[in-house]
């Protein structure tokens, strides 16, 4: 019976160093991350909307290639629209893969250089 | 004890969190090849990953986003750039994978032999993780 009794204490205790041993390392783990966890832990409940990407993925390169062509600054060199046509450019260039900003951007190039994209 | 239990409540629903993903991002895919948008059809699925790009959020042994373009023919390197560049040009998306434990984005095809492998942890934009010192 003692046997037995000693038996159960021993594996309680074993159980409590074995839970007190994984809290430290998780504790450590934490320090070790610092401001980068809460960072990082913020963005883990955002949701993404995956239809988005998959445009970015199938439709963004085409309707980039299409609107650089037409807004290259090298169209418009020498005349008025030159310097709007610079600064499209450089925002169709930071939005190469975003194909919801490349749609605004098309109708902002439209209206700004005066030409119709089909 | 209940920072034990939270932590394997945190660990079930990170566990639900990335299958969700994993998913929707299957999902999306498929949609968008049977709707003849996309020329390729795209599958992500969970790998071990690249242990030295290991973080603090590391998923043990499932580190790897794994993006596959089921093309029929061998990919070049250039293609498969761009399928990895609009992911990780999405920085809400490699935050999302970063903080679910993965630490690799690998984009191969279903052909040929070759692959490529970023480092996700490089392309977050976080301060905190390239002015981190003592990480």
Known sequence: MDTLLQNKWLILCSVESILIIYLFIKLKKKRGAGNLEKEILKSKGSTINMTDVMNDINLAPALYKKLSRVCHPDRFAGQELESTANILFQELQQAENNYAALCKLKSQIEKQLNISIS | ?135
């Open chain 2, 1 to 135: 004890m209940w920072s034990f239990i939270s932590n394997i409540q945190d660990w079930f629903n990170d566990f639900s969190e990335r299958r969700r993903l994993v998913r929707n991002f299957n999902l999306s895919a498929r949609e968008a090849f049977v709707s003849s948008l996309a020329p390729t059809l795209l599958e992500s699925s969970i790998s071990m990953g690249e242990s030295a790009y290991r973080h603090a959020f590391s998923k043990f042994m499932a580190g790897g986003f794994r993006i596959k373009a089921l093309s029929g023919r061998p990919l070049n390197r250039q293609e498969m750039i761009s399928i990895a560049q609009v992911v990780l040009q999405n920085q809400e998306l490699v935050r999302k994978l970063i903080s679910l434990g993965w630490d690799t984005l690998e984009v191969h095809d279903n052909a040929g032999y070759n692959g490529i492998k970023y480092k996700l942890y490089d392309y977050s934009g976080i301060g905190g993780i390239l002015g981190a010192t003592n990480y």
